[in-house]
């Protein structure tokens, strides 16, 4: 299964798996990249294993995404974080799939660069990062309403926001 | 919808009017302090001075700008027109390129910044996005930045290119040159009359 990957990624996988072992999900190997599923109960520990194990070395959170797969009725929701090694030069991808109304711990803790990146998560998708240190809507105007990337978010239409003239004395 | 119903309606003669006797309309002839007007011909010779270093808020919202860039680069030269000079303080700039779309988070900024160009001023959309929205009937983008700011002239395209901003800028400075704005007539521009009905009409 790990014919594409470098060694440094076989060495990762193999850290991974010794480490946790079963609780991996699932993990597949596409052009040469790497990608772990896990349970959102193993997402602290897996991505602080990441961070601070010696081969791992994952010093660089490159983004963290929602997802939204409405046709996935149990858990419609993804996240992924893509993570990048200055130490090793090898890249990661991390994703656990999330019910409705499921929370997510904030890694904003091991990368504090998260603290955008889900706060946009949840502004989009709705997908809440407990213990996040502020929660707030990022792109969207502060009173928006619903979460517009979701797939049953009407395409057309302003709808959700409007336009605040009489926050303009304040900007 | 997030914008105004009909916020451009121009205003019967009557309105206009009575608004003219209240010295309430914006717009109209250059006035010395106490009201006075000025004779048609200074008013020429001043904007004649006025259509040569007309000079744009430095100001760029999405891939539009790029095209103004393009502009104000060394291929097409706004420079010879005495437009080279991009004002980043909009206290010192004589009107604004909205250039590219504008979000509805955004658009209070834009308010503000064309409220803080001091009059006379000149508002150029360019691009399909601020003249209509374009394709992006969504959820956060303005439809046509002209519910929110009298616009004077609209370049379509997407973006247009710089020949097309240059004409654009140049009928500008026709305007520029006969004192004509897009504001004339308006008792008010449609952000302020928001302001007026309280809150925005969601």
Redesign the interface.
Known sequence: MNEGLDTSLTVVLAKLEKRFGGRLRKQTECCGDLTITVEPEDWMRVLSFCRSARELAFDQLDCLLGDHLPERTGAPFEVVVHLLSHTHGHRLRVTTPLAEGQDLPTITGLWPSAGFDEREAWEMYGIVFAGHPDLRRL???EDFE?F?MRKD?????????????????K? | MGVMDDPLRRPSDAEVGAALQQNEVMGGPVRLPGGIALPVQIERVLGFGRSFSFWPLLFGLACCAIEMMALGGSRFDMARFGMEAMRASPRQADGMIVAGWCTIKMAPRVVRLYEQIPDPKWVLAMGSCAVSGNVWDTYHVVQGIDSLIPVDVYVPGCPPRPEALWQGLEMIRDRVKQSRHAYDGLRRIPAREVLLHGEPRP
Request: proline share 9%; aromatic share 4%; charged share 20%.
């Open positions: 792109l969207t105007t619903g517009p978010f009407p395409l057309r239409g302003t709808v959700g926001g409007r336009i605040r003239t009489d926050l303009r004395g900007i």
